[in-house]
């Protein structure tokens, strides 16, 4: 378990010299909080795998793949063998119904899968408001000083491209792709303040992605133990935001800062065309039949 800003140079490895006037000019790719948001072209994946290499770090990956929901996991586990993390120590968590529907994908040496059984549900509200319980409780009894960083993910989607220790942060969001072109005025926050998850107009600093979110363990746990109490609170009283977690997530990460932003090449959708700005898809939802994976 290492600190996430101590950053030791590799011994003796050369690479391109850094220009500080030369870049991406069609992107934003830092916040008016100094956060980097992390682009193609913005940064030199093998100084930043040697220097992670040396820390020995240990990423986690949680998913969920509860009901018909299990069909998305092969693409998702063999596509993350390919590009997530690949050299790296990493250990997927898959929360099931149907342990025993689990794909066998052969994982390389250093990685592993665990397999978390799950009651199954009926109600997605059930669902996804257990999201956020699991994790946090998935971090206390089993990651808690064990691993370094974790990533939480939604499993209708595969890797097509490199995810890997660019993405690393304290807390750490993927702008959502349907949106990062508008206006905050468009943004779907919940917006009725009775709700813990509302978000004013005229506030807001981008509209991220419940499908994908994570950084250090501790600072993952914080999220996930307020998303949860927020939700929870809200049920109390009748009230479901507009996008469940999300809503929760992005009113989170209004108050709390994300250190590190993912540009949408970290959650693209598959439906979506490519706009220029996107030079590479590195993970995407893909197209689902809702009708035949949903329960009722
Ligand atoms: C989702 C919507 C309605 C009813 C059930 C679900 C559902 C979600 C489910 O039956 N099983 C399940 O495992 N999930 C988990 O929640 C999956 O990991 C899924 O990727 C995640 C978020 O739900 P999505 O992917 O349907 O939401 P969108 O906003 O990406 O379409
Ligand atoms: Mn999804």
Redesign the pocket.
Known sequence: VSSDFHLVAPDGMKYTQPSITQGRTDVVSVTPWLAPVVWEETFNEKLLDSIYMKKNISVVAT???????IM?LKDFLETAEQFFFVGFRVSIYVFTDRPNDVPHVKMAEGRQLNVLPVPSSNR?QE??AR?MELIQKLIEEKLINKADYIFCL????KFHGRWGTESLGGLVAVIHPGYYRDDRSRFPYERRPISRAFVAPGDGDFYYC??AFGGLIQEVHQLAKTCRKNFEDDAKEGIEAAWQE?SHLNRYMWTNKPSKILSPEYLWQDFKARNPEIKIIRFS?VV?NYAA???N
């Open positions: 998913v969920f793949a509860v009901g018909k929901y998305f997605w669902i996804s999201r939604d499993v209708d989607s419940g499908g999300e939802g689902k994976i949903r329960p």
